[in-house]
């Protein structure tokens, strides 16, 4: 003969193990929101970069001139583009006669990686960075003329701040760079 337990000493069991596992998912949960939106945030400050570069580097053939190719319209162009996904504004960073982020592995070309201080200190800030032939001290505050085969380098970064507490005090913030080249049209 099978005893069985009786059935009042198993009523809190289910509750319990639902307890123990609905943590576990809950943090899967958020960790998986978190790296989506991550994936979302840098795909969306490549696609900002590239409009801004791509707005820059356009020649007016008949008129042959480069109507946007100044700071004011490319920071128009980007920020038209971050604001479709609801981000901030940039900010443009021009400091002090440099219009380029330091690197951190001495290459020439102004590619990732950046050293830290180049990104925002507060989290979900993008700055912008505008180089041209990527030399520092040239910067224009009106549209250029004759600056054909120039090279144009627009450069997003943005501090990400995560969403799920338990992620943000593990990891902390994750610095996203996007960057573009492009070569100015015309001539």
């Known amino acids: 003969m099978i005893l069985k337990k009786p059935l009042l000493e198993q009523r809190g069991q289910s509750l319990v193990e639902f307890a123990v596992s609905s943590v576990i998912l809950l943090l899967l949960v ?55 996904i609801s981000l901030p504004g940039s900010v443009l960073k021009n400091p002090g006669g440099t219009t380029c982020p330091s690197v951190s592995d001495g290459n020439t070309l102004h590619n990732p990686p950046y050293v830290s201080s180049a990104y925002p200190p507060t989290a979900n800030q993008p700055w912008l960075y505008i180089c041209y032939n990527n030399t520092p001290g040239v910067d224009f505050t009106s549209p250029a003329t004759n600056q054909g085969q120039l090279d144009l380098n627009v450069i997003v970064l943005y501090t990400y701040g995560p969403l799920t507490p338990l992620v943000k005090s593990q990891f902390g913030v994750f610095q996203v760079a996007a960057n573009q080249h492009m070569t100015v049209q015309g001539f």
Do not use: K, M, T
């Not at 801004?52 to 490319?74: C, E, K, M, T």
């Open 30 to 84: 958020g960790g998986l929101v978190d790296i989506g939106r991550s994936i979302y945030v840098s795909e969306a400050l490549s696609n900002a970069a590239r409009e801004g570069a791509r707005h820059g580097a356009w020649f007016d053939a008949p008129r042959q001139a480069h109507p946007y190719l100044d700071d004011a319209q490319i920071q128009a162009a980007v920020d038209a583009e971050l604001a479709s």
